[in-house]
């Protein structure tokens, strides 16, 4: 009869943990991004009164004899497909259509790549979010509106002088806005960061060292210039790369492009709350993508069947140009966001289906009530052992 009783408490202990999941996932039902999660249950420890016996040439096989000990908490499982896009009409909001997570940090972490094995473990460090509740901060740099981290993408460090096409930087970093300068003629011209020691083609990887910098006026000391101001912000849903309307000059200026961060496990990654993940252990580790095709055609020399686009180039000093350095290890290469696109105006729904974890409370309540019931059973039972002597 103890044992009975062993069963239905760890029943109870086990369905209350249970009920902690629904909770959690019923009090995220309006959360942007939320992610729901489920329990699986497992048998507990189970006594052999008997063992089998496959037969012999006199008797027939016997079954094994078992009883079980109750249930415990077998896994909480997180389920990461894409929830509903849901119109706010702020165009600084943004949902990824598909697999990936919006990279971000703080602005330091882009100083720890070197185009080397380290890079993975950087990486894996990075925050992962589904939610884009973004906006360009008082400091330029494109971030969360409701916390200090940066989003990381690749910037736009100038334009070709024959083509006027856009020159992007093969370094990972926060994204923020170009700068803006004024000649002693009243002329106002972009100015935009730059890497040192790098040069660049059309479109081509950049080659050279050092990690982006913002641009100064070259005076001794340097002055820092003015953050450029630009109206009528936008990224493409194709190929994520941002562009705006400088205020100062009046022209299309493109800003740079969104970077995407994928894992082989989705469903692996570990959730750090406040709408943040981590490729942890169970994830495959994080890797870098680029929607629709973007890395193909931002460095319009590079990566054809044969060969791949690879970031942090530079930092090794190794870029070509052409994304062929294979001295570059697996972490720094550029990947494919396959059919991700990201929607502006509106961000992810929660992923907590009300009905079903509505119906899941009942059962969870009704196992827990049951399991009560053989506590109850139980200890009426030895008390009536007890009363056998009097």
């Not at 760890?10 to 992610?35: D, S």
Request: aromatic share 6%.
């Amino acid at each position: 009869m103890t044992g009975a009783m062993y069963a239905a408490i760890a029943g109870l202990r086990t369905h209350m943990q249970n009920l902690n999941v629904i909770g959690n996932n019923v009090a995220n039902v309006n959360t942007y991004g939320y992610k729901s999660t489920r329990s699986v249950f497992k048998t507990s420890l189970y006594t052999t009164l008997s063992g089998g016996s496959d037969g012999t040439t006199v008797t027939s096989g016997v079954n094994p004899s078992q009883i079980g000990y109750g249930a415990t908490m077998g896994s909480v499982g997180i389920d990461m497909s894409t929830g509903n896009y849901a119109v706010t009409g702020r165009p600084m909001d943004w949902m990824l259509d598909g697999d990936g997570f919006f990279i971000m940090q703080d602005k330091t972490v882009a100083e720890q790549f070197d185009g080397t094995g380290n890079d993975q473990t950087v990486l894996n460090g990075m925050y992962l979010t589904r939610v884009g509740n973004f906006e360009f901060g008082p400091d330029g740099y494109l971030g969360k509106d409701d916390d200090g981290n940066c989003v990381y993408g690749f910037q736009v460090i100038g334009k070709d002088k024959t083509t006027g096409d856009p020159i992007y930087s093969d370094q990972l970093v926060p994204i923020r806005l170009p700068c803006v300068q004024t000649d002693d003629d009243g002329k106002v011209t972009i100015v935009y960061p730059s890497a040192a020691g790098q040069t660049g083609g059309n479109g081509g990887a950049q080659t050279g060292g050092g990690h982006i910098e913002d641009p100064t006026d070259g005076g001794t000391p340097p002055k820092v210039l003015p953050r450029a101001e630009f109206m009528g912000i936008t990224i493409d849903k194709v190929t994520g790369i941002i562009t705006g309307t400088s205020k100062d000059t009046g022209e299309l200026v493109t800003i740079g492009v969104l970077a995407v961060g994928q894992v082989k496990n989705p469903n692996g990654v570990t959730n750090l709350g406040d709408n943040y993940y981590q490729a942890g252990e169970g994830s495959g580790g994080l890797s870098v993508s680029m929607l629709g095709g973007a890395a193909q055609t931002i460095w319009a020399n590079g990566a054809d069947s044969d060969t791949a686009v690879y970031m942090n180039q530079s930092l090794k000093g190794t870029g070509n140009g052409n994304g062929a350095d294979d001295t570059l290890p697996d972490c720094c290469r550029l990947r494919s966001a396959g059919k991700t696109r990201v929607l502006s105006s509106g961000l992810e729904m929660s992923k907590t289906d009300l009905a079903q974890e509505i119906s899941q409370m009942i059962l969870t309540q009704r196992g827990y009530q049951a399991n009560t019931r053989i506590i109850t059973v139980t200890d009426s039972m030895l008390e009536e052992l007890v009363n056998m002597k009097r």
